[in-house]
C-alpha cells in the first residue's frame, strides 16, 4: 500500500448518518507547537510519518488547516452520566477530521480534541488544557501496549494560548483515533428523537461498520446487542485484570466497538482495593474499580433500551429477548475475568477451585495491602523458585505462605516446565504501568515548566510495558506512602 502524506479521506459518517453531527471549523491555534506524534501509529494508518511530523502536519493537528478531503463535524450524543440522563450532550469539545482506512483495512476516525467550541458546547470553552492532553495521550498508549482495546494518540499540539480553568494553563489539543466514535450515548440521542427511522439508521450503519456478520443473523439487531455486549465485557475484565480505574463510566463515555476511550480521571491502583476511588467528582464511589463490571451491565441495558423498536414489533418479546441477552452479560464477563486471571497466576488448564483460589488470593492481597501489579509480576519469581520478593509485598508476609502452598499444589497439574510458565507470566503481567506519582510528575513537568523530556521519557517505559530495562526501576515502584489519596479530576 502507498503512503502519502495526505489523508485519503471517506467520510462514512458525514455521508450516511444526516442528523447525528453538526459541520463546523476548528478555532485557529496562534502558536502550535508539536510536543508528540506517533510514527509508528501513523505507519499503521497508512499514513507518512515524516512528512507528517513536520510543520505541514502541525497546521493540521493545530486545527490551522484542513486537510484535503477533511470535513469536519462535531456528533451529537447524549447519555446517562453519574446515572442522570442528559438528553443532548455531543461532541463539546472535539471534532472529527474524517475517516481513514487503515493498513489493515480498518475504518478509523481521526479527531481533534481541545480544537474549541462546537454546536454542543454548550457552557464550555471547547478547549483542553496540556495536562489532561498528555494525559489522554500517555494512559491510551499503555493501554494499547497492554493489549488492552483502546482510542490511541496520533498527536500532541501546545496551541500556544491560555485555558482558564481554576487556573490558567496552557492549551493543548490531543488527535485522537478510534475504530469510530459512536457509543451508547449515540443510541440514546436516536431514540429520544422518537422516530423509529433515524435509530434504524444509525444501527444499520453501526452494524456494517463494526459487526457485519450480525446482519446474517435470524435477528440482527438482537445479535448486534449481543455482540456489543460481548466486546464490552471482555473490555472490563480487562480493565479488572490489569487494575484499570476508568473512573467516569457514564453511558456516553461507553463505546459500540468495545474500545476504552475518555481517560479523563482514570487512574491504576497501586494496592488492590475493591473500593479504589480517584476521581475527585465520582463523591458516592459510583464508578469505583469493584462496580465496573455492573455498571457495564447498567451502561447496556441503556444501549438495550434504543433497541427495542428494532428487535421484534411487540414490545413485550423485545424486552424479553434482550433482557435475556442482558442476563448472559455477567456469566460472559466472569468467564473472561477468570481466564484472564488464571493466566496471570501461570495457569493453563481449567480446575472447578480456580475461581475461589483467585477469590482467596485477592482477600490476602487486599488485608495485606499488596501492590496489585507488583504482586503479580514478582510471582513469577516464586516459580524460579525464589518467593520472597511477593513475600515482602504483604503487610505479614507469613499470610501469603499458606496460599502460595495451596498454588503449587494447584500447579503440580500444569505438566509444565516453571521456567515456561514464569516466561508466559512475565509476558502479560506488566512491570510498568503508568504509576499515578509518575503521571503526574511528568505532566506537571510540562505545564510548569515547558518541560516535555520526562514525558516522553515515560511514554518510551509504558511503551514496552512487559520488558524489565535495567535503569528504569523508579518507573515499576509503587508511589511513595502518603496520607493524602490520590485524587484525579475530569480535565474540562
Ligand atoms: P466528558 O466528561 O469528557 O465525557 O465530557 C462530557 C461532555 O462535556 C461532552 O459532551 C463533552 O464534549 C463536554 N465537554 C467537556 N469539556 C468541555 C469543554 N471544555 N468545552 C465544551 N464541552 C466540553
Ligand atoms: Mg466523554
Redesign the pocket.
Known amino acids: 500500500m502507498n503512503k502519502h502524506p495526505h489523508f485519503n479521506f471517506d467520510n462514512s459518517f458525514a455521508r450516511s448518518l444526516d442528523g447525528f453531527f453538526s459541520y463546523c471549523d476548528a478555532e485557529t491555534s496562534t502558536a502550535p507547537k508539536l510536543l508528540q506524534f506517533n510514527h509508528a501509529l501513523a505507519e499503521e494508518l497508512g499514513l507518512d510519518p515524516v512528512a507528517l511530523d513536520s510543520e505541514f502536519g502541525l497546521a493540521i493537528f493545530s486545527g490551522n488547516e484542513k486537510a484535503e478531503g477533511s470535513e469536519t463535524l462535531a456528533q451529537a450524543y447524549a447519555g446517562h452520566q453519574f446515572g442522570g440522563y442528559s438528553p443532548q450532550?455531543?461532541?463539546?469539545?472535539?471534532l472529527l477530521l474524517g475517516e481513514v482506512i487503515d493498513t489493515q483495512q480498518r475504518r478509523r476516525d481521526i479527531q481533534l480534541k481541545g480544537s474549541g467550541r462546537t454546536p454542543?458546547?454548550?457552557g464550555?470553552?471547547?478547549?483542553a488544557a496540556i495536562g489532561p492532553v498528555l494525559r489522554e495521550y500517555l494512559i491510551g498508549e499503555a493501554m494499547h501496549a497492554l493489549g488492552v482495546p483502546t482510542t490511541r494518540a496520533l498527536a500532541a499540539v501546545a496551541t500556544g494560548a491560555d485555558v482558564y480553568r481554576e487556573t490558567v494553563l496552557p492549551g493543548a489539543i490531543l488527535t485522537r483515533v478510534a475504530s469510530s466514535h459512536i457509543r451508547v450515548g449515540t443510541f440514546q440521542y436516536g431514540a429520544a428523537r422518537g422516530d423509529v427511522e433515524k435509530i434504524l439508521k444509525l444501527a444499520d450503519y453501526t452494524i456494517e461498520r463494526h459487526y457485519p456478520d450480525t446482519a446474517e443473523a435470524d435477528n440482527p439487531y438482537l445479535a448486534f446487542f449481543a455482540a456489543v455486549a460481548d466486546a464490552q465485557a471482555a473490555l472490563v475484565a480487562r480493565w479488572m485484570n490489569i487494575g484499570f480505574i476508568h473512573g467516569?463510566m457514564?453511558t456516553?463515555?461507553t463505546t459500540i466497538s468495545g474500545e476504552t476511550i475518555?481517560y479523563?480521571p482514570c487512574a491504576f491502583m497501586d494496592n488492590y482495593a475493591r473500593g479504589t476511588v480517584f476521581s475527585s467528582i465520582d463523591r458516592g464511589g459510583r464508578y469505583a474499580y469493584a462496580n465496573q463490571p455492573e455498571i457495564l451491565i447498567w451502561n447496556l441495558a441503556r444501549l438495550a433500551e434504543t433497541l427495542i423498536p428494532l428487535v421484534d414489533s411487540k414490545k413485550e418479546r423485545a424486552v424479553e429477548l434482550l433482557t435475556e441477552t442482558i442476563e448472559c452479560i455477567q456469566p460472559l464477563y466472569e468467564s473472561y475475568w477468570l481466564t484472564g486471571m488464571r493466566s496471570k497466576i501461570g495457569l493453563t488448564t481449567e480446575e472447578s477451585g480456580d475461581q475461589q483460589l483467585i477469590n482467596d488470593l485477592l482477600k490476602k492481597m487486599e488485608e495485606g495491602h499488596v501492590d496489585f501489579t507488583l504482586f503479580f509480576r514478582h510471582f513469577s519469581q516464586a516459580l524460579r523458585g525464589d518467593s520472597e520478593e511477593v513475600r515482602q509485598l504483604f503487610d505479614k508476609p507469613a499470610d501469603f505462605d499458606a496460599w502460595e502452598h495451596r498454588w503449587w499444589m494447584r500447579y503440580e497439574q500444569e505438566g509444565i516446565s516453571a521456567e515456561r510458565t514464569a516466561q508466559s507470566m512475565d509476558e502479560i503481567n506488566p512491570i510498568y504501568i503508568p504509576r499515578n506519582h509518575k503521571v503526574e510528575e511528568a505532566l506537571a513537568a510540562a505545564t510548569d515548566q515547558e518541560d516535555i523530556a520526562p514525558f516522553k521519557k515515560l511514554l518510551e517505559v509504558l511503551t514496552h510495558p512487559f520488558d524489565e530495562v535495567e535503569g528504569n526501576e523508579a518507573y515499576a515502584e509503587p508511589a511513595p506512602k502518603t496520607n493524602i489519596p490520590y485524587r484525579t479530576f475530569?480535565g474540562?
Request: net charge negative; aromatic share 4%; hydrophobic share 20%.
Open positions: 450532550l455531543g461532541d463539546g469539545r472535539a454542543f458546547s454548550r464550555g470553552d471547547g478547549k467516569v457514564n456516553d463515555n475518555d479523563g475530569c474540562t
